[in-house]
Every structure is written in structure tokens, then in C-alpha cells.
């Protein structure tokens, strides 16, 4: 929604049988989600890019394959907004002040620490993922929480993933 008359062009005004009320908090927190979907897919591609280390192969390829996933999340996302006659990012400047995730702009990263930290930032991407949902099931939008629904159980298969990947050899606990 524009923040200057919170008005969508008519041009762009998609019929919905939601209330208005419902498509602008549908539309902000699906927003929300999109710039962190964009944040912790360049942090991924960063990490894929700047791992090193005995593990390199497959904390390399595991890190390809999760930002890939991340990536295919992001026009889902937008189109739901679209489609319920909401608008969405247009840039990165607007993706910088949406995301909650941290970007990390350190020269060296220790891989386990790389893997860590995107278990964490997942786990919150998750969270907020759900919190998303309960808006889309208040405004009645059923289409915008089942893709969630998906969403959550993917960023669970990654947390899950680097979890693994970061535990001690021998070790019961992270």
C-alpha cells in the first residue's frame, strides 16, 4: 500500500472479496516475510560464497540448495500480495528497512559459525512465518496461510539441516 493516501492504483486495485482492513495487514506482514526472504537469501549466498574449511563441499552445495529454496519462496510471496489486490516491495532500499533479519558484512566468518547463525536466522524467519499466518487466518485468507503452512515446514527442513551440520562429532547436543 502506498503510505502517502494508503491507496492502490486503480490500476493495480485486484478485485478481492477480503476487507480492505484484512488485505493491508495480509499485504504488510507477507511484506515483511519477502524482505527477510531477500535478506536471508543473500546472507545464504554469502556464506555458499565465502565457506571454507574440511566441510567445504558440503556446506557448500547444502548452502546452494538452501538459498535456491529461499529464492523460489520470494515470487510466492509477492504474488499472494498482488493477488489480494495489495502491493509489494519495489526495492532494495525497501527490503533494507522490512527485514528483521541481520545482515553480516564480516570479512572472515568461521563456517560452523556461518551455519549457526542461518539455523538461527531460520528459526526466527519460522516464528515470524507463524505469527504471519495468525494474520492471514483473522482476514480470512486461507491461500495466503496454507502457503505458509508449506513455508514453515521448509525453513523447519533447513534449521533442521544446518542444526545437524554444526553438532559436534559424537555429540547429543549443538
Given at each position: 500500500?502506498?503510505?502517502?493516501?494508503?491507496?492502490?492504483?486503480?490500476?493495480?486495485?485486484?478485485?478481492?472479496?477480503?476487507?480492505?482492513?484484512?488485505?493491508?495487514?495480509?499485504?504488510?506482514?507477507?511484506?515483511?516475510?519477502?524482505?527477510?526472504?531477500?535478506?536471508?537469501?543473500?546472507?545464504?549466498?554469502?556464506?555458499?560464497?565465502?565457506?571454507?574449511?574440511?566441510?567445504?563441499?558440503?556446506?557448500?552445495?547444502?548452502?546452494?540448495?538452501?538459498?535456491?529454496?529461499?529464492?523460489?519462496?520470494?515470487?510466492?510471496?509477492?504474488?499472494?500480495?498482488?493477488?489480494?489486490?495489495?502491493?509489494?516491495?519495489?526495492?532494495?532500499?525497501?527490503?533494507?528497512?522490512?527485514?528483521?533479519?541481520?545482515?553480516?558484512?564480516?570479512?572472515?566468518?568461521?563456517?560452523?559459525?556461518?551455519?549457526?547463525?542461518?539455523?538461527?536466522?531460520?528459526?526466527?524467519?519460522?516464528?515470524?512465518?507463524?505469527?504471519?499466518?495468525?494474520?492471514?487466518?483473522?482476514?480470512?485468507?486461507?491461500?495466503?496461510?496454507?502457503?505458509?503452512?508449506?513455508?514453515?515446514?521448509?525453513?523447519?527442513?533447513?534449521?533442521?539441516f544446518l542444526f545437524e551440520a554444526t553438532r559436534q562429532e559424537g555429540s547429543n547436543?549443538?
Amino acid at each position: 500500500m502506498s503510505k502517502t493516501n494508503n491507496k492502490v492504483s486503480p490500476d493495480l486495485d485486484t478485485p478481492t472479496d477480503l476487507s480492505p482492513d484484512g488485505v493491508k495487514k495480509v499485504s504488510e506482514a507477507l511484506n515483511v516475510l519477502l524482505a527477510d526472504a531477500f535478506a536471508l537469501y543473500l546472507k545464504t549466498k554469502n556464506f555458499h560464497w565465502h565457506i571454507s574449511g574440511r566441510h567445504f563441499r558440503d556446506y557448500h552445495l547444502l548452502l546452494d540448495e538452501q538459498s535456491d529454496q529461499i529464492f523460489a519462496t520470494t515470487d510466492q510471496l509477492a504474488e499472494r500480495v498482488r493477488k489480494i489486490g495489495g502491493t509489494t516491495l519495489k526495492s532494495i532500499g525497501q527490503v533494507a528497512k522490512l527485514q528483521t533479519i541481520k545482515d553480516n558484512n564480516e570479512d572472515y566468518v568461521p563456517p560452523r559459525e556461518m551455519l549457526r547463525e542461518l539455523m538461527q536466522d531460520n528459526k526466527h524467519v519460522a516464528a515470524a512465518m507463524r505469527k504471519a499466518h495468525d494474520v492471514c487466518d483473522d482476514a480470512g485468507d486461507v491461500a495466503s496461510a496454507s502457503i505458509l503452512e508449506v513455508f514453515i515446514d521448509e525453513t523447519e527442513r533447513r534449521t533442521w539441516f544446518l542444526f545437524e551440520a554444526t553438532r559436534q562429532e559424537g555429540s547429543n547436543a549443538a
